[in-house]
């Protein structure tokens, strides 16, 4: 019985190539930037600035999970228990709960920034712009350390997987 077991299990292989580290500086860094963002636009905008961002960051948070969904389903991949909403920092949002394609996982989030930015973008035409500059620094601000990965991953093999965890990420080849 163990051949049978043996002969039908499938081993992965895979061999980490890049370890990307979030340290306590750049996450405390990550986590001053809605503050010092509320302030100036407090100043500069309206001093309603902490209410539209606290109206702001749901509707952000939704148009991202919405945007990230239809992407991997009209592209055809598996969401079910391999996608799910986290608010652990820094990766707020929809994100991988386990090894995800980086081709995958860089095509949902280049969708998610430009289609989001596009929607942030359209509210200036029926809200204040103290809302739209809202709508736009959350987005910004939920996807930061998802494009900072993919920044530094830019000159990698596109074949690779991803893996995240609390404060770091992960590239691995196959």
């Not at 209410?51 to 939704?62: D, H």
């Not at 969904?69 to 707020?92: E, M």
């Not at 920034?113 to 809202?134: D, K, N, R, Y």
Request: hydrophobic share 50%; aromatic share 16%.
């Amino acid at each position: 019985m163990e051949d049978d077991i043996k002969g039908a299990a499938t081993f992965y292989q895979y061999k980490l190539i890049r370890k990307i580290n979030i340290s306590t500086f750049l996450l405390r860094a990550y986590m001053i930037l809605p503050i010092i963002f509320i302030i100036l636009e407090s100043v500069f905008l309206s001093r309603w600035s902490i209410f539209f961002m606290i109206l702001a960051a749901p509707v952000v948070f939704w148009t991202q999970y919405v945007i990230s969904r239809s992407v991997l389903l009209i592209s055809g991949h598996p969401i079910a228990k391999r996608w799910r909403n986290t608010i652990q920092l820094p990766w707020i949002g929809y994100m991988p709960d386990q090894y995800i394609s980086y081709r995958v996982f860089r095509k949902v989030q280049l969708h998610n920034f430009w289609i989001g930015l596009c929607i942030a973008i359209l509210f200036v035409v029926w809200s204040p712009p103290a809302f739209t500059a809202s709508l736009i620094i959350c987005h910004l601000w939920l996807l930061l350390p998802r494009l900072y990965t993919l920044l530094l991953l830019r000159n990698k093999d596109k074949g690779g997987m991803l893996k995240f965890n609390t404060s770091d990420a992960s590239y691995y080849s196959q």
